[in-house]
């Protein structure tokens, strides 16, 4: 059985810190790719983050020089370290796992909130 757990998430006030993880079972890790989305009110699901298996990594615009995503496959461990936060980064932030195109998991997602 598959399960991404994400930990991590609360309130924080504009310019704070926080660093989400995202706990991973049930999959080879390694082979997978981990991608971070997030989830406004009203708003869809966007990409925010993501990290291949050989370690390259992609970020929306909005979160370049803000945020940094990393992964421990000895742990089957992602993190997103979150810093500079904005109110705009308020949301659900969930995890993914993708296998190529065939295989996609998500987690159930915690709360981030950012206050001005």
């Known amino acids: 059985q598959v399960q991404l757990v994400e930990s991590g998430g609360g309130l924080v006030q504009a310019g704070g810190s926080l660093r989400l993880s995202c706990a991973a079972s049930g999959i080879t890790f390694s082979s997978y790719t981990m991608n971070w989305y997030r989830q406004a009110p009203g708003k869809q699901r966007d990409l925010v983050a993501g990290i291949s298996i050989d370690g390259s990594t992609n970020y929306a615009d909005s979160v370049k020089g803000r945020f940094t995503i990393s992964r421990d496959s000895a742990k089957n461990t992602m993190y997103l370290q979150m810093n500079s936060l904005r109110p705009e980064d308020t949301a659900i932030y969930y995890c993914?796992?993708?296998?190529?195109?065939?295989?996609?998991?998500w987690g159930q997602g915690t709360q981030v909130t950012v206050s001005s």
């Open positions: 993914n796992a993708r296998y190529a195109l065939i295989r996609s998991y």
